[in-house]
């Protein structure tokens, strides 16, 4: 039986292409910054349509999900996961209610230049000497418009480490508490997914062939981050964020226009 009779790999390129997709965002679901997160769709989209990749991507997610809480089992935030995760159920709730009206390049262009500032008034902070500051009664504020750009444009790293970044965590605590906190959303996310008939066989089967790189490359990424200290991991997270911005405006202006 040939690969494409029961997968949705009609060609070597969709193979390589997937491959490369899932390696990218491995290592972001190890901790590894969510600029590599954002390629995932992006670059599948070569050679396949994007909703068909998004459908692809998400069971490889739970996998990565699967991993990553195992990784980071020991390291969590409760204070930031005690108010973010309800908030973000509200997101959720809020973005499968709009699904049909909402424009998923105007979603990405306005989180886009959120982070962006955002990133933009932390570089300018430590010259200034006025940094973001941490703000707990914000995370319902950042929680829910996570899970409402994470439902409806897959886009919600940003709101998640503008709320969170600001605490200063140490690096392995902050890489825990985000990977529950995107692990629950992703998990609520596949029933609204499911309703919409996106889970047929194919789907599932590619999705699980992806496994083993899936877990491959979630070590590989975690393994990086718990050699780093605070002094290398927070200005490397804040360009993470830059470039995650300048990603989601320059789709959100290509879906525009």
């Excluded at 902050?174 to 996106?198: D, E, M």
């Amino acid at each position: 039986m040939a690969l494409a009779d029961w997968t949705i790999f009609a060609s070597p390129a969709m193979i390589w292409v997937t491959l490369l997709a899932v390696g990218l965002v491995g290592l972001s679901k190890g901790g590894l910054g969510g600029a590599f997160a954002l390629m995932g769709v992006p670059v599948m989209s070569l050679v396949m349509p994007p909703v068909l990749a998004a459908a692809v991507l998400l069971p490889i997610l739970l996998m990565m999900d699967a991993v990553s809480l195992w990784i980071w089992r020991s390291y969590r935030d409760w204070e930031v996961l005690r108010t973010m995760l309800p908030a973000a159920m509200i997101g959720i709730a809020a973005g499968w209610a709009a699904a049909a009206v909402t424009s998923d390049a105007m979603v990405r262009l306005l989180v886009g230049l959120v982070a962006l500032g955002f990133a933009a008034r932390w570089a300018l902070g430590r010259y200034l000497g006025s940094a973001p500051r941490y703000i707990p009664a914000m995370g319902w504020l950042w929680g829910s418009i996570a899970g409402f750009t994470s439902f409806v444009a897959h886009a919600g790293g940003p709101l998640f480490q503008i709320q969170v970044l600001p605490k200063r965590l140490d690096p392995k605590l902050y890489t825990g508490t985000s990977v529950i906190f995107f692990a629950v959303v992703n998990l609520v996310k596949v029933v609204p997914y499911a309703a919409l008939g996106l889970f047929e066989a194919p789907v599932l089967w590619s999705a699980l062939l992806m496994l083993p790189l899936a877990i491959i490359s979630v070590r590989i990424g975690a393994g990086i981050i718990r050699r780093m200290g605070p002094e290398v991991f927070y200005p490397f997270t804040y360009t993470m964020v830059a470039i995650v911005g300048v990603k989601l405006i320059w789709d959100g202006i290509t879906g525009l226009f």
